[in-house]
């Protein structure tokens, strides 16, 4: 239908590096990845073979809120948004259409971002 709309959100999924606004995460640490490890997550990602998302990390929330159907790491230059954030070579952006009731919400303000769920392995790393 020509007056449908696509419903399609485009998001920073992850920045590499150290971000200098955060002095600590939620859970006590100050993790990030490098450009390489970010590639490398976002292709498992999507190696997995389930492109679908949830809300807020919660159980029963995945099936029908999100499909992702792009998944890539930008290759720069910078991508200034104009509202004070950046897209910096090697940031992972994820594109996803939203069901009806998940592109409510985004159009109500309650979803405005990714917030990435996973393991991974903590090592130290020098302080600079």
């Known amino acids: 239908m020509p007056d449908e709309p696509l419903r399609y959100v485009l998001g920073v999924g992850y920045m590499p590096g150290r971000n200098p606004a955060i002095t600590k995460g939620m859970d006590g640490g100050r993790d990030f990845f490098t450009e390489a490890e970010l590639e ?3 292709w498992s990602f999507l190696a997995d073979g389930n492109p ?4 807020g990390h919660a159980d029963g929330t995945t099936e029908g809120t999100a499909t992702v ?4 790491i930008w290759r ?3 991508w200034d948004l104009g509202d004070g954030t950046v ?12 069901s009806p009731k998940a592109w409510q919400a ?5 979803l405005t971002g990714w917030s ?9 790393v020098r302080a600079e």
């Open 106 to 110: 985004h159009l109500d303000g309650h």
């Open 87 to 98: 897209i910096t070579k090697g940031t992972w952006m994820i594109g996803a259409i939203l």
């Open 116 to 124: 990435l769920q996973g393991t991974a392995r903590r090592r130290r």
């Open 69 to 72: 159907v792009e998944s890539y």
């Open 52 to 55: 679908q998302v949830g809300v």
């Open 76 to 78: 720069g230059p910078d």
């Open 40 to 42: 490398k997550a976002s």
